[in-house]
């Protein structure tokens, strides 16, 4: 069909008359259409067939001569209404946009009371710290939400402390922590089991209610697998045996998965494989569909995106390929909220995409688990690596040459081996006597142990500011962190001063609603000019 044909109006058609607003048809004047999100859109065609333009207001006629073929209509689009609406609802939130657990208390108490009075959700970042510093936050954090169900804390995966990842589980559970957020698990383990299935019941019609709501991040299939399925059963019978669970809800733990909110991770700042958002999202999202119909779930799995989303041409692509929600981590420890120091946050507001390097996670140091920090401006990540070679390559420090002790000595430690060890020893003792009795008996666990003391200082002195150790911080940091400081740079946003989390989330989200009414137009025919995908970060209500 010809143009001409299809731009005049025709006899039954509707067509769509200005108020006064023309209809846009040049590439300015349809970005300006475009950033107009909350309002309808008209469709139309071009009085002298000059291609699909779009109108804002006006009425719709059943034929005119004055007006123009009207070819369809988007309706208005809303930051909130990105995701699945079905996130906002189960956990009491606007948007479906979650600020990350950073560990070590950097997704501080402050961070996540802010995102929960701004109707979004955020989780405490209780990874890495002693388990009274966790009471402490969730007391916090309980008296200054009260009756809100949006927000939540961390429980890390704790492999080489299993009485410690057994005693925050069972920390959150007694304090009613509303949302618990599962990470760098590769197995499940007796402590995130009974968090998903201790208190479930059934409301009055017969479904499945949970008193605790379980995100797990993943970042793995064979990993989200377990979480979509329900608990295994030897898990929730062991469980029920120690009296940690009730026959009842060990009898509908069978019926639900481990987890309704599974966010899958790709190239984040922290525990990660790396691998590309467009990769693994399509993978995760028919898992969930083959095993919702393998186990005739009555309620979808949600999937959430994480890793690599530092723009608002990011976020609005991870909600292209299906998030349910989002997960943002790097580019909140430069917030004003963030727990990081602030010499920490001017490192971070520097950083650019390529300055960031895998090294030896603390937690996992002896399986060779790595995970993603700042390169630019610490040497961290090298001297770690350092480390993780000795310990790969001896038995014991004594099995050290003598000349890479006296350097390690100089440069990681600053201070004697044995001196460390004494203070480490002192450490462990009080936390896990069990670790001291077995490095007096392996000696290359007491290296690993005196290693791992560097690996978990690091990040300490990152963010208590100690400028002695400036070289050594350790800060975990994905490529997202240098993507949104390019995007930021000469906004408001471009300072960690200015940058609260709220309006870091808020500007991602009302960016990624922009780009994607641009996109919507583009599918429909309007040649949409390149700068109507941009959106520049403006302070936001």
């Known amino acids: 069909m010809g143009t001409d044909v299809l731009a005049r109006p025709l006899a039954g058609t509707a067509v769509w008359v200005p108020d006064g607003r023309p209809a846009a048809f040049r590439g300015d004047q349809i970005t300006a259409h475009a950033a107009r999100i909350r309002e309808p859109l008209h469709l139309v065609a071009s009085s002298t067939g000059h291609g699909v333009g779009v109108g804002i207001g006006g009425t719709v006629t059943g034929g005119s001569a004055d007006g123009h073929r009207l070819l369809g209509l988007l309706p208005a689009l809303y930051p909130e209404w990105l995701g699945d609406r079905s996130f906002n609802e189960a956990h009491g939130a606007r948007f479906p946009y979650v600020a990350g657990e950073m560990a070590g208390g950097i997704a501080t108490t402050a961070m996540v009371i802010a995102m929960a009075r701004a109707d979004m959700l955020g989780f405490f970042g209780a990874g890495g710290l002693p388990v009274e510093r966790v009471e402490r936050a969730v007391a916090e954090l309980k008296a200054a939400l009260p009756g809100r169900a949006n927000w939540g804390v961390n429980l890390i995966h704790s492999p080489s402390e299993p009485a410690t990842e057994d005693a ?46 379980i995100f ?34 060990a009898e509908l733990a069978a019926s639900v998965p481990v987890a309704e909110d599974i966010t899958v991770e790709a190239d984040s700042g922290g525990h990660t494989d790396n691998r590309a958002l467009t990769v693994v999202m399509p993978i995760m999202l028919a898992l969930r569909a083959r095993l919702t119909g393998e186990h005739r779930y009555d309620r979808p799995i949600r999937i959430g995106a994480a890793g690599g989303l530092g723009t608002p041409g990011a976020v609005a692509a991870a909600f292209a390929l299906g998030a349910a929600y989002v997960v943002t981590g790097s580019v909140n420890q430069a917030s004003v909220e963030s727990g990081m120091s602030e010499d920490g946050k001017a490192m971070l507001s520097g950083a650019g995409m390529a300055d960031v390097v895998m090294a030896p996670a603390a937690d996992m140091f002896e399986l060779g688990v790595k995970l993603q920090v700042l390169r630019r401006g610490t040497m961290f990540a090298f001297r770690a690596a350092q480390l993780h070679q000795v310990y790969t390559a001896h038995g014991s420090w004594d099995e050290v040459p003598e000349q890479t002790r006296a350097k390690i000595e100089r440069t990681q430690l600053k201070a004697s081996y044995a001196d460390v060890w004494a203070g480490t020893r002192a450490f462990w003792l009080e936390r896990d006597p069990e670790q001291v009795a077995r490095a007096e008996r392996d000696p290359r666990h007491q290296m690993a142990l005196v290693f791992r003391w560097y690996l978990g200082m690091s990040s300490r002195w990152a963010v208590e500011n100690d400028g002695t150790r400036r070289t050594d911080y350790q800060i975990w940091c994905g490529p997202a962190m240098g993507a ?50 941009a959106f520049d970060p403006r302070p936001l209500d």
């Open 168 to 213: 925050v589980a069972a920390l959150l559970l007694e304090a009613g922590v509303p949302a618990v957020s599962a990470s760098a698990f590769m197995e499940l383990t007796p402590a995130v089991v009974r968090l998903a299935a201790h208190g479930l019941t059934r409301d009055a019609g017969g479904r499945v209610r949970r008193r605790t709501r």
């Open 216 to 249: 797990a991040k993943v970042s793995r299939p064979e990993v989200a697998e377990q979480f979509m399925r329900p608990a295994p059963a030897h898990l929730v019978r062991a469980l029920v045996e120690r009296g940690h669970l009730t026959h009842a809800e």
């Open 484 to 533: 949104f400081n390019d995007w930021a740079g000469g906004s408001f946003l471009a300072e960690p001063a200015g940058r609260s989390v709220v309006q870091i989330a808020r500007n991602l989200l009302e960016g990624a609603a922009v780009i994607t009414r641009a996109q919507q137009l583009r599918s429909h025919g309007v040649e949409v000019p390149d700068a109507a995908f």
